[in-house]
Each structure stands twice: as structure tokens, then as C-alpha cells.
């Protein structure tokens, strides 16, 4: 069974700084997707970022980033210049690469605050 | 724009009374999904409907039904529920075609109480 693993609850840094949050994962598929969601208070849930385990580059939309190591299994997300609007709970998900298994499997969130 | 719409996006019911969630899509997407996501929790999948075809996952509680009349439109059916059921509700779309699966869009959420 896949698992994702968020290590950091909570955390919490000034505008416009840059922080990074960590998520590791275990399967034993070759091919996967994995993701970057955003859930701000009382808001809807979207997409930040994804990545194809196929490819080797790093995902990169506008100042969120990630650092894909598909050997350690590791996908954390670099927010740079942070901002206020950046203040969510982020969670990191995986879903193995078959058209018939549609489960996204959650971390258990990051909680970032993005302080003025 | 398109987007996945649910209503109510608060609903209050009483222990045991039966109460009904909705989604709704513009995105013409072929997988329906349903989340339970409790205070500070991930969201926990209870099923989804790929096309007419419903997926249940092994824990989901007999108490929750789902059903999908048409392409878009999707309805959550607590038939009895309990103090434990009070959570926020979100439903997802995506579209899978053959071989690729594209990620999920959620809608903003039902937050259920339950008094």
C-alpha cells in the first residue's frame, strides 16, 4: 500500500521568505503522479503542482517549486517570496499511474503560516 | 468559468435524520468523487464514480450512499447520521482518459454539523 508522510504539522515564516516543506512517500510503482495541493481557511481545495514520476525535471509553476528525488522518494515544495495569500494547509498526495485506480493517497498536511 | 459547485455549502440536521449533499460540474469530467475531511485532517476518500460505475472504498460506513443520475451531477446520502459524521464534505472531478488521469478539482466544500 502507498503512504505519504508530511513530517512537519505546522510551520511558520515571514513574507517573503522562502520555506520548503518536506513529503516522502512509499510505493512500489514505477510510474506515478504526484501532487501539491492548497487548502486556504475556509476555502477551496486546488492544485499547486504536479509532477510525473517519469520525469526527470522539476516541476516549477511561477515561485512554487519542487524537489523531486525519485530514488529517496522525496517530493518537498520551495515556496519562494513568500506571501500573506500563501497562508494554507498544503497537503502532498500520490496516485499510482493506472486509469482504473483513481485513489489519491494524502499526507497529513502542512500548515503554513505566512507571517507580515 | 468552469467549476464544481456544492450545496448546500453549510448544512445543519439532526441525529438520524437523513440528509442529502450535492455536487455539481461544468468540467464534463468522467470521475465523480466524494471526501470526508475532518478539522485539520487529510481528506479521507469514502467513494467515486468513474462514469456510471460506482467505487466504494472498504471503510466507507454503510450509512453513506452516493448517487450520480447523470454526467453532472453527483449526490452524498447520510441515511442516519451520527455525532461523528459532522465533518466538511468535499466532492472532485477529474477526467481520465485512456491510460493518462489528469488530477482532481475540488468544490468548495459542504461543512455538515450534526446537533
Known amino acids: 500500500a502507498q503512504t505519504v508522510t508530511q513530517s512537519q504539522p505546522e510551520m511558520s515564516v515571514q513574507e517573503a521568505e522562502t520555506v520548503t516543506l518536506s513529503c516522502t512517500y512509499d510505493?512500489?510503482?514505477?510510474?506515478?503522479?504526484l501532487f501539491w495541493y492548497k487548502q486556504p481557511p475556509s476555502r477551496q481545495m486546488i492544485l499547486v503542482i504536479r509532477q510525473e514520476a517519469y520525469k526527470q525535471q522539476n516541476a516549477t509553476e511561477n515561485r512554487f517549486s519542487v524537489n523531486f528525488q525519485k530514488a529517496a522518494k522525496s517530493f518537498s515544495l520551495k515556496i519562494s517570496d513568500s506571501q500573506l495569500g500563501d497562508t494554507a494547509m498544503y497537503f502532498c498526495?500520490?496516485?499510482?499511474?493506472?486509469?482504473?485506480?483513481?485513489?489519491?493517497?494524502f499526507g497529513q498536511g502542512t500548515r503554513l503560516t505566512i507571517n507580515p | 468559468d468552469a467549476m464544481v459547485i456544492q450545496n448546500p455549502r453549510y448544512q445543519v440536521t439532526q441525529f438520524g435524520k437523513p440528509v442529502t449533499l450535492s455536487c455539481s460540474q461544468t468540467l464534463n469530467h468522467n470521475v465523480m468523487y466524494w471526501y470526508q475531511q475532518k478539522s485539520s485532517q487529510a481528506p479521507k476518500l469514502l467513494f467515486h464514480y468513474y462514469d456510471k460505475d460506482f467505487n466504494n472504498e472498504a471503510d466507507t460506513p454503510d450509512n453513506f450512499q452516493s448517487r450520480r443520475p447523470n454526467t453532472s451531477f453527483c449526490f452524498l446520502d447520510i441515511r442516519s447520521p451520527g455525532l461523528g459524521d459532522a465533518a466538511m464534505y468535499l466532492c472532485a472531478t477529474s477526467r481520465v482518459t485512456s491510460g493518462y488521469s489528469n488530477e482532481q478539482f475540488f468544490g468548495p466544500g459542504t461543512r455538515l454539523t450534526v446537533l
Open positions: 498526495a500520490f496516485k499510482p499511474n493506472d486509469s482504473g485506480a483513481q485513489k489519491l493517497v
Open positions: 510505493t512500489s510503482e514505477s510510474n506515478y503522479y
